[in-house]
């Protein structure tokens, strides 16, 4: 069955293969030849780069994957099991994904975000 992050691509000339770290390259068959496509990630991958608070809501900024899936947690602590997902799964369309997410009740002490790479398809 192969490799399931290999594609094929339109036609049977060409092949779509995915890195390990992330690039995409297209293989030609036709003239052998091996092309770069992109880097689907950036150094910023999983990383939140911004936090914005607006009224009621907040913006959670990080790095992406172009087509993953992802999710935004909270906890009031670092504990393992005190994580919950505070919005529905999104696919990022860019390097860089926003969430718009309800900002705390109350005054927590401290509350800690962090983003999760979700299959679309998978139970929540």
Known sequence: ?????????????????????????VADRGTNQIYRIADTQNADYLRITEAAVFGPSLRITFGAEIGKSYRLQCSDSMAAGDWQYITDPEQAAD???????????GTPAARFYRVAEVEVNAPI
Do not use: C, K, V
């Open 1 to 25: 069955m192969g490799d399931p992050r290999t594609r094929r691509h339109h036609a049977a000339h060409h092949l779509l293969r995915r890195s390990r770290d992330g690039t995409l390259y």
């Open 95 to 105: 390097y860089q994904h926003a969430f718009f997410a309800p900002a705390p009740d």
